[in-house]
């Protein structure tokens, strides 16, 4: 018989304990699955086990309910909390935007060139001026204003947009709106986000300005998902650049866009990869 050509990616998250690895490598050893790569980690501060491991079937008749079956005593066993994803299906990716194009455009440039390998069904924005863009891309785009009085119509509206569409992922490319607890929680470990992040710290308008004013060495941004907690969910990726006192506001403007975009796609693959597992207020990501 002739082997499959696609490979499977099997993430576990579970109470941390003796046997798990040698349990789960066995498994798929008697099943006949080769091993691609490995990846797993013990929290001894969470008690938590977390575990990916790529594995290509050798056997043509390979079925995915079977292998399901097969692993689920094991799963009763260490009560894992565990998922298997075929990496021929891309996962369908949705962003939303405000006016701000560089992190939009990054995203959708390595989705063009096929670096990114993920299916983008939408773009969402409060503002129209993002809608030439999509439409160069072939992709739909949705309006949706948001005033504080539309707010719950306008959420909704989103919120029908990502179920018609299937998406698994949303990103907030530079979305300048803070999201409802609601939305937040509903769409909890599927929502990314992106914002700069100084060494201090400088929130509201002009950040950049206030970073030039305090003379800063480091730009920075920071993906992470989206919580209730403004700015406050799992860390994905960060990314820094150093500056000087010779950069102005709008140097240290294009510093951050690209910092921004770089961490922004990076976090993007990561999920994509099912590298990142959450743990509590963190993540473990499996490199």
Known sequence: MTAPDNTFILTVDCPDTIGIVAAVASFLRDQGFFVEESSHFGDRDTGRFFMRTVFTPQRADFSRG???????????QFDMDWHVYD????????????????????????????????????????????????????????????????????EARMLEIIKDTKAELVVLARYMQVLSRDICEGL??????????????????????????????L??????????????????????????????????????????SLTLARAVQLHIDRRVLLNGRKTVILR
Request: hydrophobic share 40%; net charge neutral; with cysteine.
């Open 66 to 76: 079977r292998f399901e079956q097969g692993l689920e005593p094991i799963a009763r």
């Open 87 to 154: 990496t021929k299906v891309r996962p369908r990716v949705l962003i939303m935007a405000s006016r701000h194009e560089h992190c939009v455009n990054d995203l959708l440039h390595r989705y063009r060139t096929g670096a990114l390998a993920v299916e983008i069904p939408a773009i969402i924005s409060n503002h129209p001026d993002l809608a030439s863009l999509a439409e160069w891309h072939r992709i739909p785009f949705f309006h949706v204003p948001v005033t504080p009085e539309s707010k719950p119509q306008a």
């Open 219 to 260: 730009i920075g941004a920071t993906a992470h998902y989206v919580t209730a907690e403004l700015d406050e969910g799992p860390i994905i990726e960060q990314g820094v650049e150093r500056v000087d006192h010779t950069h102005s506001p709008a140097d240290l403007a294009a510093v951050g866009r690209d910092v921004e």
């Open 188 to 217: 909890s470990g599927r929502i990314i986000n992106i914002h700069h992040s100084f060494l201090p710290g400088f929130k509201g308008a002009r950040p950049y300005q206030k970073a030039h004013a305090h003379g800063v060495k």
